[in-house]
């Protein structure tokens, strides 16, 4: 069964940075492609940033420029840099992929932003 794992959220102030991973596991699970999304309070999850099977890289225009995604390979995870971070960017991040057309969550972790 496929798991995925976050981890790296916390408190930053803002114009700080955070990296955020989420680690894949399961038996003969290779972690190609994953999107990130947030849920701040009282508003809807939307999505962040995306990392296609070919390496392409994609950005919500709120995020563009100062978040960066990319895979760790040999770790099986993906990572989110936040760099610059705004006190709006304060929710809890989801990692979320696709396997057998069956979508996995993440458990979420909690990005707070003081400003």
């Known amino acids: 069964q496929v798991q995925l794992v976050e981890s790296g959220g916390g408190l930053a102030q803002a114009g700080g940075s955070l990296r955020l991973s989420c680690a894949a596991s399961g038996s003969g699970f290779v972690l190609r492609a994953m999107d990130w999304y947030r849920q701040a309070p009282g508003k809807e999850r939307e999505w962040v940033a995306g990392l296609a099977s070919g390496g392409s890289t994609s950005y919500a225009d709120s995020v563009k420029g100062r978040f960066t995604v990319s895979r760790d390979t040999p770790r099986n995870t993906v990572l989110l840099q936040m760099n610059s971070l705004k006190p709006e960017d304060t929710a809890v991040y989801y990692c979320?992929?696709?396997?057998?057309?069956?979508?996995?969550w993440g458990q979420g972790t909690q990005v707070t932003v003081s400003s």
């Open positions: 979320h992929t696709v396997t057998g057309r069956i979508g996995i």
